[in-house]
């Protein structure tokens, strides 16, 4: 045990030496990454612009992040301050975000986000919301299967979606579809009560029947239409009858910036579906926020709903 600590004692005094002794750099053998301000921002027209900043620590692949409360954050169109931002605490464990009071993006123009906090360098990114893709047809195909495993009702459906893609032009989509519940108890004498309308991701077909789905959306990402006829995606919906009143299915088209669509890029693939708002999100992945990290991109988005039976 002794020589043990001896040992360690000897390397950690080597290192020390190394570093004062010699003027070249000593490779340590992992990274050291500069901690850097993160940003999480999407909006869309008309609407309150939030802003989640936070901070990397130092680390090796994917970073921690620490939220950051008392940063300069301000929305800009061209060399004209639109508003500064103030900070608004989350509820229920949720960070906060920065937001804006009066400000409202619009359709077509450029919004440039500028934040500043002491110790790190400023960051900047710019992004627009594009006009609105409407859907032109939505059906439920021929196929619909439905079984019940361990209390769990499983529909298996396969959806095709059909948009105004304009020509000529590069278009991005998230197509975004969850399915609506009623959560419920009955009381000790008998009445029921419910509670308000949720939505849980859809996904594609698993068969580890005993998992009920949680509350999010299936996210699916396209350029352009793939097909004439729009998209065909194979889902799957659960509920749990005992608990859930099952409601509607629900698209929603969202006709997303560049910035939008590269960052989404890097989290999933190309015309798969993948569960939104289940855990947290990676904090490394690439975006278009200069020297720092993270998305402020622009989208635009239409609603249809639908059931099964349609």
């Given at each position: 045990m002794i020589l043990q600590w001896f040992l360690r004692l000897f390397t950690i005094t080597t290192l020390v030496s190394l570093f004062i002794a010699c003027e070249e750099p000593v490779d340590l053998g992992f990274e050291v990454v500069e901690s850097q301000l993160v940003v999480s921002s999407t909006f869309f027209p008309d609407d309150v612009v939030k802003v989640f900043l936070t901070a990397t620590q130092p680390t090796v692949g994917e970073q921690s992040i620490n939220e950051i409360t008392d940063a300069t954050v301000t929305i800009l169109e061209g060399n004209e301050v639109k508003e500064l931002l103030h900070y608004v605490a989350g509820q229920n464990g949720r960070r906060g975000s920065y937001q804006s009071n009066n400000f409202r993006p619009k359709v077509g123009r450029t919004y440039t986000l500028f934040a500043t906090k002491s110790g790190f360098k400023p960051i900047d990114a710019s992004s627009s919301i594009p006009e609105p893709v409407q859907i032109v047809d939505l059906e439920v195909l021929d196929d619909v299967s439905r079984m019940t495993v361990e209390g769990l009702e499983i529909f298996t459906f396969t959806l095709k979606i059909n948009y105004d893609d304009p020509e000529f032009i590069d278009n991005f989509y998230d197509i975004r579809i969850s399915q609506m519940v009623m959560p419920y108890f009955v009381k000790s004498n008998g009445d029921t009560v419910k509670m308000g309308t949720k939505a849980k991701v859809v996904q594609p077909p698993i068969e580890n029947y005993e998992e009920n789905t949680v509350t999010g959306e299936a996210s699916i990402l396209?350029?352009?239409?793939?097909?004439?006829?729009?998209?065909?995606?194979?889902?799957?919906?659960?509920?749990?009858?005992?608990?859930?009143?099952?409601?509607?299915?629900?698209?929603?088209?969202?006709?997303?910036?560049?910035?939008?669509?590269?960052?989404?890029?890097?989290?999933?693939?190309?015309?798969?579906?993948?569960?939104?708002?289940?855990?947290?999100?990676?904090?490394?992945?690439?975006?278009?926020?200069?020297?720092?990290?993270?998305?402020?991109?622009?989208?635009?988005?239409?609603f249809r709903t639908f059931s099964l039976d349609d």
């Open positions: 396209v350029r352009d239409r793939p097909a004439e006829d729009g998209l065909t995606i194979k889902l799957q919906s659960r509920f749990d009858p005992k608990t859930e009143l099952l409601g509607d299915l629900q698209a929603e088209l969202r006709t997303v910036s560049e910035p939008y669509f590269d960052y989404q890029l890097t989290i999933q693939r190309e015309g798969q579906a993948l569960p939104i708002g289940v855990g947290d999100p990676r904090v490394s992945s690439f975006g278009n926020v200069q020297q720092g990290v993270g998305v402020f991109a622009g989208y635009n988005r239409v």
